[in-house]
């Protein structure tokens, strides 16, 4: 071949790329590997058009708050989700006090966003039954594998109806739910123990309302309101003859629990109670509890029971006002309701806490279990949860000890809860360094926190039906059942004691036919017909 040819052709090139420069100025000069693989010679793809993700997220209308939909948080969430896989997630916002009948109008409309949740599953079950929830079971196999490690089998079954998912339940970290305060300053004034059965439990109140410890007008040896059956569950526990999950289940419902053997014993011991002046004489009437949570407040209490950490929380809190009134006073576990076979037992919460669905018309499944599953990093919960070391939290003994965040890094929803969809609760990985660190938001009371905490899970169940799907009669009775719970529940405790046998026959009698007996026979035949 001839020079000259070679030459010009070389020269042909040159002129050909340095024209093509100066027509594309704005593509960057990529330098290429000494030895190029096959692959980097190939044509490169153009990048796909990002897929919006829509994500539900309560506006809980708190002071201070940040746009629920556009913070410091879902920035963060898409730069470290998002970007990295091609996705744009887009937050819709939903009011917290409104949340249902937002999500039933979104589901109606084919309008909800791609991950929505609720704490109702009765709601989610409707959902299902009218074929509304996407079939989540072959995506979380193949894109949700951390997650499925995460969450455990038995939260994920809390979500599955005929054997598949249709919707996944996050991990509730405390399940804690009831424990009995005692005022330790009044048995120290009357040199009492702290009781250790029922007995012992009432002989105290005794001792409360006729030596009227702590001086004052009104002496309510025991707080109750209207939401008696909840406040006295432990000690109605204790009455409980059949403890079998079958029996468990035909009356899990507070508003169910006069169906249960052995309760007519716990009633007519609460009965002597009231007639005796040991409990709330208007418990009937109070409605909301203000009336119970202002006799705690003036002292006038010697025990209260409820959910376990109730005298603590709150602003400004019952102990915090209760240590206005009477500087002195002291709060103590008690734990002494003991059943005939000497055990206290106690119901705990459902394992799993709120439900997150993708609805059918959803196109973007696989991008919701991807989601969820990229939350599973512990690195990524931490900071969700917490906030970065040194702004949002101090490491202490392990411990991320929480700052008080202000500005744009605020948080809306406790331990942004309403982003972590995934864990109700800060999960450090070991149980007590979880009741520790929950213990530390109660300045002072701590040990006290810890050791409610403690009593309220020793020897606890969850009811077995509490995932399992509500029969047609529970839709249909259930808000007529409740109040009628109400009633037979104040007749037959502030009834007199010679009367107590009629009016607790006329008031079972009267629940089984506002469709009691309906709820009983179908949960029954639910039962039997599933084991």
Known sequence: MKKGYVLSNVLL????????LTACTTVPIITQPEEPSAQSTATPQPKKDPVDLTVEVFDRGTTGQTPPDNNYWTQWIQKNFGDSNNINVKFITCPRSDETNRLNVWMASSQAPDICFTYDRNLIYS???????????ETIDTYGQNLKSFLGDV????????GKQFAIPAKRIHNAKFATYMRKDWLDKLGLPVPQTRDEFYNTLVAFKTKNPGNVANVVPFSVTRDIIWICNTFLESFR??????????????????????????????????????????????????????????????ATAGNFDFPLRSVPGLMTGLKQTVPDAELVVVDPFKDSDGVTTKQLY??????VIVPKTSKHVK???QYLDWMTNNDVLTFLQCGEEGWGYDLQDGLPIKKKVEGERVFNSPDNIDYTLIVNGID?????????????????????????????ITSGYV??????????AEGKYSNSLREKGYEVYAKCITCKPEEFDKVWEQQYQEFLKTGGQEVLDQRAAAWDEEH
């Open 13 to 20: 090139a040159i002129t050909l790329l340095l024209t093509l």
């Open 127 to 137: 959902y299902y039954e009218n074929g509304g929830l996407a079939d989540l079971t």
């Open 428 to 456: 450090l990985g070991d149980m007590q360094k979880n009741i520790k660190l929950n213990s530390l938001q109660f300045k002072g009371m701590e040990a006290l926190y810890i050791s409610s905490y403690n009593s309220s």
């Open 350 to 355: 459902d394992p799993a806490g709120i439900r």
């Open 241 to 302: 003859t059949d403890k079998t999950e079958r029996t468990r289940f035909l009356v899990m419902d507070p508003f169910m629990q006069i169906a249960a053997p052995g309760m007519k014993d716990g009633f007519r011991f609460l009965n002597k109670m009231y007639n005796e002046g040991l409990l709330s004489m208007e418990f009937p009437l109070d409605v909301d509890g203000k009336m119970s949570d202002a006799e705690f407040m003036r002292g006038e209490v010697g």
């Open 155 to 162: 939260v994920l079954q809390k979500g599955q109806y005929i």
């Open 463 to 472: 009811d077995p039906g509490v995932s399992t799907p509500p029969t047609e």
């Open 367 to 369: 991008e919701a279990i």
